[in-house]
């Protein structure tokens, strides 16, 4: 049996090479033609959050673990750490993008059974209504099994599968890279991922990734049009160095920016599934998996996350039936609707009500609490984080949050506000960069 994976990103490699090692024939298609020399900057052709910050939560590092502890191995040894609990749980690996990419890339290239192509998919091929593989220009290539691991921007199945649900939430972002100086340490962190600030009108966030590199995101509702002036770097900096505590990263002393300021698309939240009215495959041999599915927004860091849990779920149910595709298919949309589903319900609710508190608005206690305000509830009753904690550590889904609902509306009607870090409002951060050079 051949498959074919449409899409090398974490979730097509990570299933390439946990069938392969399964003895499974593997052929990996992606317009990208892989990672570069270490010399030159990887740009990682549609890939637009590439050299954004990423956050690869504890159930990745325990996917890897389980699958491919080899590719653990060559993270450590590029400068990847695992932060753990204090009972050694792994709470998230922390490393970039392009390192992480660059490992599974690197492995999936040595692996037996695996072959890599270089080409742009442009169609499906089907006969007498089952997928036999993928067009690219003139060449084609068959497959048994047709994997999309292409992500959520992908053309090639429209007009098979449903439309997405869901759409933008309206935020955007911007990112820039630096590097620790030798022997420098962090600045301030309040996580183990590093310093996470909700600031009034939006986010600002500091992430700590591999080989003494990091990131700092900007993520705001792009309704003030002088925040564009984040994409120039003087005009970046000057909004790092106006938060106190996060201008203490950026320190000449303490660290060097590695790459410019990085402007981010809109952010989205999507599901697609992929049965018809009937519950039938909407064409058999073909399976969607990861972004192709689900794409949440980055401001909860679910992404990659979501991605491999469907990844390692797909290869647990094609262990069981890929010769019965369409039972295959059937048990992985039934699956991905009760264990993925439910996160984009949530980030698109929660989402909405963020950046209508970006704009203003104040906690609406008619209505049901999202769930970023019954987590910050917890500081002000810590009896919620028997509610709060699973769900942060995504080991409970977010209807577990449902008994906490109640005690975090009588905290909220009480007056409780969550505490706003010192730091610049978006408004008068809109005023310092537009006093930079660049925004002129």
Same mark, same amino acid.
């Given at each position: 049996?051949?498959?074919?994976?449409?899409?090398?990103?974490?979730?097509?490699? *990570?299933?390439?090479?946990?069938?392969?090692?399964?003895?499974?024939?593997?052929?990996?298609? =992606?317009?990208?033609?892989?990672?570069?020399?270490?010399? %030159?900057?990887?740009?990682?052709?549609?890939?637009?959050? *590439?050299?954004?910050?990423?956050?690869?939560?504890?159930?990745?590092?325990?996917?890897?673990?389980?699958?491919?502890?080899?590719?653990?191995?060559?993270?450590?040894?590029?400068?990847?750490?695992?932060?753990?609990?204090?009972?050694?749980?792994?709470? /998230?690996?922390?490393?970039?993008?392009?390192?992480?990419?660059?490992?599974?890339? $690197?492995?999936?290239?040595?692996?037996?059974?695996?072959?890599?192509?270089?080409?742009?998919?442009?169609?499906?091929?089907?006969?007498?209504?089952?997928?036999?593989?993928?067009?690219?220009?003139?060449?084609?290539?068959?497959?048994?099994?047709?994997?999309?691991?292409?992500?959520?921007?992908?053309?090639?199945? $429209?007009?098979?599968?449903?439309?997405?649900?869901?759409?933008?939430?309206?935020?955007?972002?911007? %990112?820039?890279?630096?590097?620790?100086?030798?022997?420098?340490?962090?600045?301030?962190? $309040?996580?183990?991922?590093?310093?996470?600030?909700?600031?009034?009108?939006?986010?600002?966030?500091?992430?700590?990734?591999?080989?003494?590199?990091?990131?700092?995101? *900007?993520?705001?509702?792009?309704?003030?049009?002088?925040?564009?002036?984040?994409?120039?770097?003087?005009? *970046? =900096?000057?909004?790092?160095?106006?938060?106190?505590?996060?201008?203490?990263?950026?320190?000449?002393?303490?660290?060097?920016?590695?790459?410019?300021?990085?402007?981010?698309?809109?952010?989205?939240?999507?599901?697609?599934?992929?049965?018809?009215?009937?519950?039938?495959?909407?064409?058999?041999?073909?399976?969607?998996?990861?972004?192709?599915?689900?794409?949440?927004?980055?401001? /909860?860091?679910?992404?990659?996350?979501? /991605?491999?849990?469907?990844?390692?779920?797909?290869?647990?149910?094609?262990?069981?039936?890929?010769?019965?595709?369409? %039972?295959?298919?059937?048990?992985?949309?039934?699956?991905?609707?009760?264990?993925?589903?439910?996160?984009?319900?949530?980030?698109?609710?929660?989402?909405?009500?963020?950046? !209508? !508190?970006?704009?203003?608005?104040?906690? $609406?206690?008619?209505?049901?609490?999202?769930?970023?305000?019954?987590?910050?509830?917890?500081?002000?009753?810590?009896?919620?984080?028997?509610?709060?904690?699973?769900?942060?550590?995504?080991?409970?889904?977010?209807?577990?949050?449902?008994?906490?609902?109640?005690? /975090?509306?009588?905290?909220?009607?009480?007056?409780?506000?969550?505490?706003?870090?010192?730091?610049?409002?978006?408004?008068?951060?809109?005023?310092?960069?537009?006093?930079?050079?660049?925004?002129?």
């Amino acid at each position: 049996m051949r498959i074919l994976v449409v899409g090398a990103g974490p979730t097509g490699l *990570f299933i390439a090479i946990a069938l392969a090692r399964r003895g499974r024939e593997v052929v990996v298609v =992606d317009r990208d033609p892989g990672p570069p020399d270490r010399a %030159t900057r990887w740009q990682r052709k549609g890939v637009m959050a *590439f050299h954004h910050a990423h956050t690869f939560r504890g159930q990745v590092v325990e996917a890897l673990r389980a699958e491919m502890p080899d590719v653990l191995e060559d993270l450590d040894a590029a400068g990847a750490t695992i932060a753990t609990t204090a009972a050694d749980r792994p709470v /998230a690996l922390l490393c970039r993008r392009t390192t992480f990419e660059r490992m599974l890339w $690197n492995r999936a290239a040595r692996q037996q059974g695996i072959t890599l192509l270089c080409g742009h998919v442009d169609r499906l091929l089907t006969d007498d209504s089952r997928v036999i593989g993928v067009a690219m220009g003139r060449d084609t290539v068959g497959g048994d099994i047709v994997i999309d691991a292409s992500g959520r921007a992908s053309r090639f199945t $429209n007009g098979v599968r449903p439309p997405a649900e869901g759409g933008d939430c309206g935020a955007v972002y911007v %990112t820039r890279q630096y590097r620790l100086r030798h022997g420098a340490r962090p600045g301030p962190v $309040n996580s183990l991922i590093g310093l996470s600030l909700s600031l009034a009108g939006y986010l600002a966030i500091a992430f700590i990734h591999d080989a003494g590199t990091f990131s700092i995101t *900007f993520t705001h509702d792009g309704t003030d049009k002088r925040l564009r002036a984040l994409r120039y770097e003087v005009a *970046f =900096d000057e909004a790092v160095r106006a938060i106190p505590r996060l201008s203490e990263w950026i320190d000449p002393q303490r660290s060097q920016p590695i790459s410019p300021a990085i402007p981010g698309g809109r952010l989205y939240n999507t599901y697609r599934g992929q049965l018809d009215a009937e519950g039938r495959p909407v064409l058999p041999g073909l399976i969607s998996v990861g972004d192709s599915v689900c794409t949440t927004t980055p401001l /909860a860091g679910r992404g990659v996350t979501l /991605a491999l849990m469907q990844a390692q779920e797909l290869v647990r149910i094609l262990d069981l039936h890929d010769r019965d595709i369409t %039972t295959a298919t059937r048990q992985f949309d039934h699956w991905s609707l009760r264990r993925i589903r439910p996160w984009f319900d949530d980030h698109r609710y929660t989402d909405t009500d963020r950046v !209508r !508190r970006w704009s203003g608005g104040d906690v $609406n206690v008619s209505r049901r609490l999202p769930s970023d305000l019954i987590v910050a509830a917890a500081d002000a009753d810590p009896a919620l984080k028997e509610f709060v904690d699973p769900y942060i550590v995504m080991d409970a889904l977010p209807a577990s949050l449902a008994p906490a609902q109640a005690r /975090a509306r009588e905290i909220y009607v009480g007056g409780w506000r969550p505490a706003v870090p010192d730091g610049p409002t978006r408004a008068e951060l809109s005023e310092v960069v537009s006093r930079t050079p660049a925004a002129a």
